[in-house]
């Protein structure tokens, strides 16, 4: 049922404040991992990926960092059209997860690092229904598989990284085939990028951004892939 409209106008101010509020804590440390043992085979085309781990801003960021990636859209995916909104996703339930769709270029990125990535430098695994100081569902980790061969790639490479007991606990990060990705509202586009000062960006992900840098230094790349300029190229 849907709220009444002062509901949810409160629901979409609370969750704006705590989006924009310092939170307690930074961002979770990158943890150094294997490579994936399984990937996918090369192909031809463009290639698109979805996850969900967190606030989409930094993940959103991470990626539109990373060498081979053409286009990193953040939005919403796990829910139906008609919830597929940021006012109404805040509230936790809808089934949607804040995620980021990313489309890339297999001969310059495998999907398999782009998990590795994904796993290590964007974010924390193991929390379940949460990121950092992020709560809900809507925060939630989740893969969403656009093919049989992703979904084989990323059951393998979790259980791979759960039996080598990389993190301190298991993962919890939940694998599903996509049935739609639905892009989020302009003003969540390149956040990271126009707003690097921001408190909650400057916090916990600018150094999502740095650990990018540091442990995958050959795939990071200097100037961010926007969202605006892919589209004006496109």
């Known amino acids: 049922m849907r709220r009444p409209a002062l509901l949810s106008l409160l629901a979409a101010t609370t969750a704006l404040t705590l989006a924009f509020a310092v939170p307690s804590r930074a961002a979770e440390d990158a943890v150094v991992i294997p490579a994936p043992t399984m990937d996918a085979p090369p192909a031809s085309g463009i290639q698109t990926a979805v ?14 960092h990373t060498a081979g990636v053409v286009n990193a859209v953040s939005g919403y995916a796990g829910g139906s059209k008609a919830t597929a ?7 936790g339930t809808t089934g949607h997860a804040e995620s980021v769709e990313i489309k890339y270029d297999p001969k310059k990125i495998s999907y ?5 990535i994904y796993f290590s430098v964007v974010h924390d695994p193991t ?46 990060t939940k694998v599903g085939a996509l049935e739609a990705f639905y892009p989020a509202e302009a ?35 200097e100037k961010p892939t926007l969202v605006n300029s892919s589209k004006a190229t496109n």
């Open 51 to 64: 996850v969900a781990g967190g606030c989409f801003w930094g993940v959103q960021g991470v990626f539109q």
């Open 85 to 91: 909104d940021y006012q109404t996703v805040s509230t």
């Open 127 to 172: 929390q379940l229904n949460r990121q950092g100081p992020d709560v809900g569902t809507q925060y939630r980790s989740a893969i969403f598989t656009t093919s049989g061969e992703q979904k084989k790639v990323a059951d393998a490479y979790i259980a791979q990284l759960n039996d080598a007991k990389v993190f301190r606990k298991p993962i919890v």
């Open 112 to 116: 398999g690092k782009i998990l590795q």
């Open 187 to 221: 003003y969540h586009q390149d956040y990271l990028t126009l707003h690097p000062t921001q408190p909650y960006i400057a916090y916990n992900d600018i150094p999502k951004v740095e650990n990018l840098k540091k442990l995958f230094a050959d795939n990071y790349i």
